[in-house]
């Protein structure tokens, strides 16, 4: 699916004043804007039908027709995932209500996972890493635990990258960063003090950075070059992270696999080189 929120956050920077304008008001009322026909929304965003299709090109749409059709299918997904929230454990469950609803919850937050990935936007990613000098990795709490899969994979195939347990050791790492480096940023909520700290920092400098966050607008999403998004599928004060952490664990897999096929034979040569033997033990 191509997600119309975070095409329109990339280009709003280069957009024109009257574009500005359309973005603006499409951002702030999706729900009106599927109700309205191009004409309509030409009356209440001050523009032009010509201006608006242009913008949707610009976007990577090929009409408005097919803005407003990704736009809907985005809207369902964001008012499915509140459905879920309603679903949450609690106190009357049973061990077999847990098994299914965590299951279930699983399930269903991969799914969107899917649909939320945004082709284009995870080739360039997959293009970053691949001629990025280090690879540096954020993230606090539960987001953290992420960030060390993303590290352990990327070391199993001798690129180079960067993680650190401690938040003042991040902020090290990101002013230590050059414009030949790529800063991968995981925060679910996209509002942890600690990661926009360090995104603005990266941005300084003029590394690029890839964010994986929810489909919400947040700091971290704004400040990001490129998003790669996971559902709203939990609440941002919450018990503890489930579902989120999934979906952001998905897209590490995704994004490393591909990374990895794009240099197949090279890499599968690394795999066989890093191959840690195990004791075969024999229990009798």
């Known amino acids: 699916m191509k997600s119309v929120v975070v095409k329109l956050q990339n280009y709003i920077d280069k957009a024109s004043e009257t574009e500005k304008g359309i973005i603006e008001y499409l951002l702030k009322n999706p729900d009106s804007t599927v109700n309205s026909n191009i004409y309509q929304l030409s009356e209440k965003t001050f523009s032009s039908p010509s201006t608006i299709i242009r913008l949707c090109k610009k ?3 090929k009409g408005y027709k097919e803005l407003i059709h990704s736009l809907v299918y985005e809207l369902a997904i964001r008012k499915s995932t509140e ?29 969107k996972t899917e649909k939320l990935i945004d082709i284009k936007v995870l080739e360039t990613c997959v293009s970053l890493l691949d001629k990025s000098r280090n690879i540096c990795l954020f993230g606090v709490g539960a987001s953290l635990l992420v960030a060390k899969d993303a590290h352990l994979k990327l070391l199993r195939i001798n ?23 790529l800063a991968i940023i995981i925060s679910y909520s996209g509002f942890t003090e600690e990661m926009i700290k360090c995104a603005n920092i990266v941005k300084e400098i003029g590394a690029p950075i890839i964010a994986i966050t929810r489909l919400e607008e947040s700091p971290i999403s704004r400040i990001a070059d490129y998003r790669l998004l996971v559902p709203s599928t939990e609440l941002v004060f919450r018990e503890g992270a489930i579902s989120s952490r999934i979906a952001q664990l998905n897209i590490i897999d995704i994004l490393y696999t591909a990374f990895v096929n794009k240099h197949y034979d090279s890499n599968i040569q690394q795999f066989n080189r890093t191959h840690i033997q195990k004791p075969n033990l024999s229990f009798k």
Do not use: P, W
């Open 159 to 181: 690129k180079s990258c960067y993680i650190n347990d401690d938040f003042h050791a991040q902020l090290l790492q990101a002013q230590n960063m050059s414009k030949d480096d």
């Open 59 to 61: 976007t990577g749409f």
């Open 83 to 111: 459905k879920e929230r309603v679903k949450n454990i609690n106190k009357e469950d049973s061990l077999e209500n847990i098994v299914e609803k965590v299951t279930l919850k699983s399930i269903s937050s991969l799914e």
